[in-house]
């Protein structure tokens, strides 16, 4: 059973927003700290934004800062992607994930990182 699933992706056009959702499946991680990655063909998987399990602090990649949020609701066990201003390059596969520790400046959050994963959301924007 994949622990944590993804919804919210779709087609949109350059300069529209989405919304992406990730919920806990079959146990609780409400007191985890959180993440998206997202993956585009032929790429690796890249960091886009991290909360911790409180919700009160974030941190994001640099090519995201300014146009994406990371939020959580405990009492949903679940987190968010609110993105706006999207860009062609913004194209890949969405990924949430879970860890016990917060890794933003001074942990650098690389996916190896994490030790729970959901199976991904694609979000496509077009030109």
């Known amino acids: 059973q994949v622990p944590l699933v993804e919804s919210g992706g779709g087609l949109v056009q350059a300069g529209g927003s989405l919304r992406l959702s990730c919920a806990a499946s079959?146990?609780?991680?409400?007191?985890?700290?959180k993440a998206w990655f997202r993956q585009a063909p032929g790429k690796e998987r890249e960091f886009v934004a991290s909360?911790?399990?409180?919700?009160?602090?974030?941190y994001y990649a640099d090519s995201v800062k300014g146009r994406f949020t990371i939020s959580r609701v405990n009492a949903k066990d679940s987190v968010y992607l609110q993105m706006n201003n999207l860009k062609p390059e913004d194209t890949a596969v969405y990924y949430c994930?879970?860890?016990?520790?917060?890794?933003?400046?001074?942990?650098?959050?690389?996916?190896?990182?994490?030790?729970?994963w959901g199976q991904g959301t694609q979000v496509t924007v077009s030109s």
């Open positions: 909360i911790n399990w409180s919700g009160g602090s974030t």
């Open positions: 079959g146990r609780t991680f409400s007191d985890y700290a």
């Open positions: 994930a879970a860890a016990i520790t917060f890794y933003g400046s001074d942990r650098r959050p690389d996916s190896t990182r994490y030790n729970y």
